[in-house]
């Protein structure tokens, strides 16, 4: 089992950056690739951002693509999303999530663990 733990939500205004890290403990090696999803109050789960373990295939989705950075520190065995452009619709708890899929992929049944979520809350 791989146990993950996400940190760096908060509240920033419309046009700001933030940074979430996920930590990742246990059997990391059975992790092939990861991902931040998000959920607003009210809606589905959202798919985010994922990356393969080694760093060299990154999918974003169409609402945070050219705005979102995802990268992976090996060493660390940390994964992290940089927040950037920043909009109220971004606003959601978000949570990273491992997969045994190798090819970084959106969706949700892929991934078998999942981190407690950060809050992340953009004002106007």
């Known amino acids: 089992q791989v146990q993950l733990v996400e940190s760096g939500g908060g509240l920033v205004q419309a046009g700001g950056s933030l940074r979430l890290s996920c930590t990742a403990s246990?059997?990391?090696?059975?992790?092939?690739?990861s991902g931040w999803f998000r959920q607003a109050p009210g809606k589905e789960r959202e798919f985010v951002a994922a990356?393969?373990?080694?760093?060299?295939?990154?999918y974003y989705g169409d609402s945070v693509k050219g705005r979102f950075i995802i990268s992976m520190d090996n060493a660390k065995n940390t994964m992290y999303l940089q927040m950037n452009i920043l909009k109220p619709e971004d606003t959601a708890v978000y949570y990273c999530?491992?997969?045994?899929?190798?090819?970084?992929?959106?969706?949700?049944?892929?991934?078998?663990?999942w981190g407690q979520g950060t809050q992340v809350t953009v004002s106007s």
């Open positions: 999530a491992a997969s045994i899929v190798a090819i970084p992929t959106s969706r949700i049944r892929d991934y078998g663990s």
């Open positions: 246990g059997r990391t090696r059975s992790m092939y690739s």
């Open positions: 990356i393969s373990w080694s760093g060299g295939d990154i």
